[in-house]
């Protein structure tokens, strides 16, 4: 629905030490759900074909072969690919923050899992976000990896107050495991494998 498509090449499977990688094809058009943040984690984008658009803290980048670009904990960014024709293809690293030892790591690919699960099951709209009581349940147990920065965090709390109960009453959940798990495996190019200094591990 938002023109991703990923393949996990470290995680939870086979972490290690080091971060969670992952090769993420934007197709052309494609645009993350929304502005956010990460309060415990560092996001790293290194672009290897196409390009990438990108809004970090304020300020807008376009993002060409060879380029990267590191994103904060707490920093509100947002990315997407403008181009009509073309994708791009991307590298993007999620580790924890320093100081951040208590959070587990492996929580970033639970959640990007949910939401994948939710849009092969034809459970979101046609930006990729779930319904409002579905979403609700996902912000509250995820706040500690995803925060969005719309609407204001205010009009959240209240908003969340409302409709987290009413969710759990009526059966929705943050987790699926059906959703969670590996949606297909498959073998990375090796060329894929040596960007991300893999080859051989």
């Not at 990108?54 to 707490?74: C, D, M, N, Y």
């Not at 997407?80 to 991307?90: D, H, L, R, Y």
């Not at 092969?120 to 706040?143: H, M, T």
Request: net charge neutral; hydrophobic share 45%.
């Amino acid at each position: 629905m938002t023109g991703e498509y990923t393949v996990i090449l470290r995680g939870t499977e086979d972490r290690g030490e080091g971060p969670g990688i992952v090769y993420l094809t934007a197709r052309p058009g494609a645009a993350v759900v929304g502005e956010h943040f990460h309060p415990n984690m560092i996001e790293r984008f290194t672009v290897f074909s196409g390009r990438l658009d990108a809004r970090i803290a304020g300020k807008t980048f376009s993002l060409g072969p060879g380029q990267s670009a590191t994103v904060e904990p707490g920093v509100a960014h947002d990315w997407w690919n403008s181009s009509k024709t073309k994708e791009a293809q991307v590298l993007v690293e999620v580790d924890r923050a320093q100081g951040a030892d208590h959070i587990d790591s492996n929580r970033f690919e639970l959640l990007i899992g949910m939401l994948f699960g939710l849009a092969n099951a034809g459970k979101v709209d046609k930006k990729g976000r779930p319904s409002p009581l579905q979403a609700a349940v996902i912000a509250r147990e995820f706040a500690d990896v995803i925060v969005f920065t719309r609407p204001s965090p205010a009009i959240q709390r209240v908003a969340l107050g409302l409709l987290v109960p009413l969710a759990n009453l009526l059966g929705y959940r943050a987790i699926d495991p059906s959703y969670c798990k590996p949606h297909a495996h498959i073998t990375p190019a090796a060329q894929i494998l040596a960007l991300a200094g893999l080859l051989g591990a």
